[in-house]
């Protein structure tokens, strides 16, 4: 991973680790029971729904993947770029996540499938933004490659080698990130149902929002200094 991340990558990340972990967490404990932040149990119970020939949740979990697909492809079109720099359109892609999640709070009240398609969409669109800075891969939607980050710290160390501190950092903080998303969205599910999802929208449109002013900080920073 790329040490020369921005501190804007960081908050970013460990902020958005956070809202996966809450609207995961809610999509599992909802009427369906179904993951919408990661797709690999998701392809596992579908392969166990293919071979009993059980063509009911085949469907919805197709459509689930899919669904993550479509979100992931609607931020490659939004952002149009493979490396994490500011001027490119995450305000716009958050905000769009914004409005996916709090369409799909009515959905999820009247136990609509539809309502975890546009979570999953929400969270695809989430994952494919935060993409690669400096040859490196950060994820916050599911916690596979960040585990498997800290096994190969811990490899190293034993090994006596240097540690890529800052990357195992980063690591461990989305790590926590979203586990207290999927605490406090558990938390969230037992005293508002389904209108839980509104936090983790609210928040995606705050970070938007603070994405676009530090934004702007920096290009009257840069303007003032080069002039």
Same mark, same amino acid.
């Given at each position: 991973?790329?040490?020369?991340?921005?501190?804007?990558?960081?908050?970013?990340?460990?902020? #958005?680790?956070?809202?996966?972990?809450?609207?995961?967490?809610?999509?599992?404990?909802?009427?369906?029971?179904?993951?919408?932040?990661?797709?690999?149990?998701?392809?596992? $119970?579908?392969?166990?729904?293919?071979?009993?020939?059980?063509?009911?949740?085949?469907?919805?979990?197709?459509?689930? #993947?899919?669904?993550?697909? #479509?979100?992931?492809?609607?931020?490659?079109?939004?952002?149009?770029?493979?490396?994490?720099?500011?001027?490119?359109?995450?305000?716009?892609?958050?905000?769009?996540?914004?409005?996916? $999640?709090?369409?799909?709070?009515?959905?999820?009240?009247?136990?609509?499938?539809?309502?975890?398609?546009?979570?999953?969409?929400?969270?695809?669109?989430?994952?494919?933004?935060?993409?690669?800075?400096?040859?490196?891969?950060?994820?916050?939607?599911?916690?596979?490659?960040?585990?498997?980050?800290?096994?190969?710290?811990?490899?190293?160390?034993?090994?006596?080698?240097?540690?890529?501190?800052?990357? $195992?950092?980063?690591?461990?903080?989305?790590?926590?990130?979203?586990?207290?998303?999927?605490?406090?969205?558990?938390?969230?599910?037992?005293?508002?149902?389904?209108?839980?999802? #509104?936090?983790?929208?609210?928040?995606?449109?705050?970070?938007?929002?603070?994405?676009?002013?530090?934004?702007?900080?920096?290009?009257?920073?840069?303007?003032?200094?080069?002039?």
């Amino acid at each position: 991973m790329g040490m020369q991340l921005p501190r804007w990558v960081w908050v970013g990340a460990v902020t #958005l680790a956070c809202i996966a972990g809450m609207v995961n967490v809610i999509g599992y404990l909802g009427f369906e029971h179904l993951a919408v932040s990661h797709l690999t149990g998701t392809t596992s $119970l579908l392969g166990a729904a293919l071979a009993d020939g059980d063509w009911r949740p085949v469907r919805h979990l197709w459509a689930i #993947l899919i669904a993550f697909s #479509l979100g992931a492809m609607l931020s490659g079109l939004i952002i149009q770029d493979s490396a994490l720099r500011l001027g490119r359109r995450y305000g716009v892609a958050l905000s769009l996540e914004a409005l996916l $999640l709090l369409a799909s709070v009515p959905l999820f009240e009247s136990q609509q499938l539809n309502g975890a398609l546009l979570a999953a969409m929400a969270c695809g669109l989430q994952n494919a933004m935060v993409t690669t800075y400096s040859g490196a891969i950060v994820r916050t939607t599911h916690l596979s490659g960040m585990f498997t980050d800290l096994g190969i710290g811990l490899g190293h160390l034993i090994r006596g080698m240097p540690l890529p501190m800052r990357r $195992l950092t980063l690591s461990g903080l989305i790590i926590a990130g979203f586990l207290g998303g999927g605490v406090l969205g558990t938390w969230l599910f037992r005293a508002l149902h389904y209108h839980a999802l #509104l936090i983790p929208s609210a928040l995606t449109g705050l970070t938007g929002i603070g994405y676009a002013g530090y934004r702007h900080w920096t290009l009257v920073r840069d303007a003032r200094r080069d002039a």
